[in-house]
């Protein structure tokens, strides 16, 4: 276990290899999960993995699942560990020879036992924090849940505790080798996830604008 | 299995939920896997399920994925299925209500048991497909792996045989519901991904200037 304050560090989350790369401050991977909204989710169903893109929501020290699959798991396998990644992508990088391209990124990966939420308190709390993940001001802008609707939603709470980050940043690593004598370009080509803009549902009645925290995001930047 | 000339229908790849989203063509499939270059394979390791994100290639009807994870599952547990999930996210679906909220995305779901390539034309066919994937035209530019580089490589395929592909797309579906009464401002938020202008490692000498199939995809959209 760390002894700095740090994620608790198990031999799923110790970090075997680019360990320059590796973190694990809370901090980091605070960052890492606050620049996302979707993760996905890898459950053991069978015997064999099982591996869904789904969104998220963090209060505190708590990620929270939306939906079926992570209560499925719960519900097939009580006590059963899964696996949360979260990867943002920022650059590729680009080498003097194959062997050295790779990818910048910055990449969360949390195991734990979820656990199904039934406080109807932490229900409302964790989807609020779901919800405001990917569009924050929207809970307070729309209808939010009705008491059927809200027994129709399964959440899951996982602890933010064994976890670990993994970044990976900067120019590739061949610049003083021998392959820096082929005279090749090299260097990073960044990759940019923005919002674009809004477009209203064909549907909806002239003369209703799009509210404040949904238009100041458009041409915003994700992922940091 | 599907009787259509599509991909093989299975229990785990069934869709269950969202029907009108899914499909087993092969187009499909193509596509979505066409417009990326970055996966998440999920693993079983001791029991307990595993997510890390990888690059993967795509050759004919096989996918190529890289470095050391799959091989190791490969090698601890033979024969054993991995999931490979490929996804890319369109647009946030503003609703009218929280529980109508939304993703628009576009998701491919692979299980199969990873084959490790040993022959020696296959493995460089493989590497080169992967590498074309995330960066085309690197390959013929770049030095190419040496017969070293090449043993400490691992590569495995995957048949893109057990696969289904899910596609959200379009307005909030509660335009004609009784939330449309309250008002609200709905429709979708689109979430674009680009390549940004590209940038030169710190320690290039002067003079070297990106060649035209790095240039030319600066700005360029991805995933389409």
Same mark, same amino acid.
């Given at each position: 276990m760390g002894g700095d304050g740090g994620l608790s560090v198990t031999e799923r989350t110790r970090l075997?290899?680019?360990?320059?790369?590796?973190?694990h @401050?809370r901090?980091?991977?605070?960052?890492?999960?606050?620049?996302?909204?979707?993760?996905?989710?890898?459950?053991?169903?069978?015997?064999?993995?099982? =591996?869904?893109?789904? =969104?998220?929501?963090?209060?505190?020290?708590?990620?929270?699942?939306?939906?079926?699959?992570?209560?499925?798991?719960?519900?097939? %396998?009580?006590?059963?560990?899964?696996?949360?990644? =979260?990867?943002?992508?920022?650059?590729?990088?680009? %080498?003097?020879?194959?062997?050295?391209?790779?990818?910048?990124?910055?990449? +969360?990966?949390?195991y734990? +036992?979820? @656990?199904?939420?039934?406080?109807?308190?932490?229900?409302?709390?964790?989807?609020?924090?779901?919800?405001?993940?990917?569009?924050?001001?929207?809970?307070?802008?729309?209808?939010?849940?009705?008491?059927?609707?809200?027994?129709?939603?399964?959440? +899951?709470?996982?602890e933010?505790t064994e976890a670990s980050?993994?970044?990976?940043?900067?120019?590739?690593?061949?610049?003083?080798?021998?392959?820096?004598?082929?005279?090749?370009?090299?260097? +990073?080509?960044?990759?940019?996830? @923005?919002?674009?803009?809004?477009?209203?549902?064909?549907?909806?009645?002239?003369?209703?604008?799009?509210? %404040?925290?949904?238009?100041? @995001?458009?041409?915003?930047?994700?992922?940091?």
């Open positions: 075997r290899r680019g360990k320059e790369k590796g973190s @401050r901090e980091d991977l605070h960052a890492v999960l606050a620049g996302g909204f979707l993760c996905h989710l890898g459950v053991v169903v069978d015997g064999a993995p099982m =591996v869904v893109p789904t =969104v998220y929501g963090v209060e505190g020290e708590l990620i929270y699942l939306h939906g079926s699959v992570a209560s499925r798991s719960l519900v097939q %396998a009580p006590g059963a560990v899964v696996c949360v990644n =979260v990867t943002q992508v920022d650059a590729l990088v680009l %080498a003097r020879s194959v062997f050295e391209h790779s990818v910048n990124y910055r990449s +969360v990966m949390i734990g +036992v979820p @656990r199904l939420v039934t406080d109807p308190d932490e229900k409302l709390r964790g989807l609020r924090a779901l919800s405001e993940q990917s569009a924050p001001g929207q809970w307070d802008y729309v209808r939010q849940p009705s008491r059927k609707e809200l027994a129709a939603t399964s959440l +899951v709470a996982l933010l980050v993994k970044i990976s940043a900067g120019p590739p690593d061949d610049g003083e080798s021998p392959d820096a004598e082929l005279g090749l370009w090299a260097g +990073v080509l960044p990759i940019e996830t @923005r919002f674009g803009q809004l477009a209203a549902d064909p549907v909806l009645p002239d003369g209703i604008e799009p509210p %404040a925290h949904l238009t100041e @995001r458009q041409g915003q930047a994700l992922g940091r």
